[in-house]
């Protein structure tokens, strides 16, 4: 078995990380690190592994060398200790925005200067859909934004195949759940005031924005532009990107551009339906699962489009798309671990 430790292992993400790798058939959970939570049981901090195993968290100090190490910390922490990761573990795959972006001047206009820029080349940005060939080299992966993952996934199908002019704005409508924020409390998270709300709270400037531009940096320099608003779910984010096709197109057409971006893929899904009330992909759908659905609106008078996606933040925007970066990188079934399937309703 693959020994994984995962640092940092309290939050949201460390807590899906923790409930996919424990079901994993090819790794074992040797450690995981909290330092608010030293000596308590993983159940204490996340219920849902009651059963699953009795490892308590350790502080990062306890550390043990292992084959696969996830780090789960804040942003900006990773960066500063990486070579004493790397030290411990042959694989690194960190879920933060530390390694996402390779350019260090990107990086420090976007997140502010970087503590180990020599780093930011040895990492493939982990959304094996666009990277999996590198990811299969790789020993070292960076996590993905999921706002990021849902505008990425939602453009494949169109840039891929030539039909989007890459010369005009591309705008992300963005609608997310709270659990994005992550596991510590704020105001704006703060039960009374979150529940109910659709309240817009990035509508310029967002940072994932560098990401989507970053992954289809072959094409050109796309304007990308993500407005995001929190509405009342837990789990979840629904891209709907604005953008202008040629007029005149037939529905085969975009079938066609669609299945041959995604035909081959075992977790992205094309929604696209006539009828019915999940015509669309839908981020409720997808809780817990590392399904990404897309699917797409269009104007054949105008050439209007609108291209959606919709995944679950912790998985396919997290810890989902960690795993299965893992399962490539060490030369496992890409989908070992991850074969859940979601719930309705």
Same mark, same amino acid.
């Given at each position: #078995?693959?020994?994984?430790?995962?640092?940092?292992?309290?939050?949201?993400? %460390?807590?899906?990380?923790?409930?996919?790798?424990?079901? @994993?058939?090819?790794?074992?959970?040797?450690?995981?690190?909290?330092?608010?939570?030293?000596?308590?049981?993983?159940?204490?901090?996340?219920?849902?592994?009651?059963?699953?195993?009795?490892?308590?968290?350790?502080?990062?100090?306890?550390?043990?060398?292992?084959?696969?190490?996830? !780090?789960?910390?804040?942003? &900006?922490?990773?960066?500063?200790?990486?070579?004493?990761?790397?030290? !411990?573990?042959?694989?690194?795959?960190?879920?933060?925005?530390?390694?996402?972006?390779? /350019?260090?001047?990107?990086?420090?206009?976007?997140?502010?200067? @970087?503590?180990?820029?020599?780093?930011?080349?040895?990492?493939?940005?982990?959304?094996?859909?666009?990277?999996?060939?590198?990811?299969?080299?790789?020993?070292?992966?960076?996590?993905? %934004?999921?706002?990021?993952?849902?505008?990425?996934?939602?453009?494949?199908?169109?840039?891929?195949? &030539?039909?989007?002019?890459?010369?005009?704005?591309?705008?992300?409508?963005?609608?997310?759940?709270?659990?994005?924020?992550?596991?510590?409390?704020?105001?704006?998270?703060?039960?009374?005031?979150?529940?109910?709300?659709?309240?817009?709270?990035?509508?310029? &400037? @967002?940072? +994932?924005?560098?990401?989507?531009?970053?992954?289809?940096? /072959?094409?050109?320099?796309?304007?990308?532009?993500?407005?995001?608003?929190?509405?009342? #779910?837990?789990?979840?984010?629904?891209?709907?990107? @604005?953008?202008?096709?040629?007029?005149?197109?037939?529905?085969?057409?975009?079938?066609?551009?669609?299945?041959?971006?995604?035909?081959?893929?075992?977790?992205?899904?094309?929604?696209?339906?006539?009828? &019915?009330?999940?015509? +669309?992909?839908?981020?409720?759908? !997808?809780?817990?699962?590392?399904?990404?659905?897309?699917?797409?609106?269009?104007?054949?008078?105008?050439?209007?489009?609108?291209?959606?996606?919709?995944?679950?933040?912790?998985?396919?925007?997290?810890?989902?798309?960690?795993?299965?970066? #893992?399962?490539?990188?060490?030369?496992?079934?890409?989908?070992?671990?991850?074969?859940?399937?979601?719930?309705?309703?």
């Amino acid at each position: #078995m693959t020994t994984v430790g995962i640092v940092a292992a309290s939050g949201y993400a %460390g807590g899906e990380l923790l409930r996919l790798l424990l079901a @994993h058939p090819f790794v074992e959970v040797v450690q995981a690190t909290s330092e608010s939570n030293v000596g308590k049981f993983l159940q204490q901090v996340h219920p849902h592994l009651r059963g699953r195993t009795s490892l308590r968290f350790i502080p990062q100090d306890a550390l043990q060398a292992c084959d696969v190490l996830f !780090l789960a910390q804040p942003h &900006g922490e990773a960066q500063t200790r990486i070579e004493r990761y790397a030290a !411990l573990a042959g694989t690194i795959i960190d879920l933060s925005a530390d390694f996402r972006l390779r /350019d260090p001047a990107t990086h420090a206009t976007v997140y502010g200067a @970087h503590a180990a820029p020599d780093w930011l080349a040895r990492f493939v940005y982990g959304l094996p859909e666009i990277n999996r060939a590198a990811l299969r080299e790789s020993r070292y992966a960076s996590g993905v %934004g999921c706002n990021a993952t849902a505008t990425i996934l939602a453009l494949v199908a169109v840039v891929r195949t &030539g039909l989007l002019n890459l010369n005009q704005p591309i705008i992300a409508d963005i609608k997310v759940g709270s659990s994005e924020a992550g596991s510590k409390p704020s105001e704006s998270s703060h039960h009374p005031a979150r529940t109910g709300v659709v309240r817009p709270f990035q509508l310029t &400037g @967002h940072r +994932h924005e560098a990401e989507v531009r970053q992954a289809f940096a /072959d094409c050109g320099s796309l304007d990308v532009r993500l407005a995001v608003t929190s509405v009342e #779910m837990v789990r979840g984010v629904s891209a709907a990107v @604005h953008v202008t096709l040629p007029a005149g197109l037939a529905e085969k057409d975009l079938w066609s551009a669609y299945r041959a971006a995604w035909s081959n893929e075992p977790f992205v899904r094309i929604v696209h339906d006539k009828t &019915g009330i999940h015509r +669309h992909p839908e981020p409720r759908l !997808l809780a817990g699962t590392n399904y990404a659905d897309v699917g797409w609106e269009y104007d054949a008078a105008t050439g209007r489009a609108v291209l959606l996606c919709a995944i679950d933040n912790l998985g396919k925007g997290a810890a989902g798309s960690a795993v299965q970066c #893992m399962n490539l990188m060490c030369g496992f079934e890409e989908t070992a671990g991850l074969s859940f399937g979601g719930y309705y309703p």
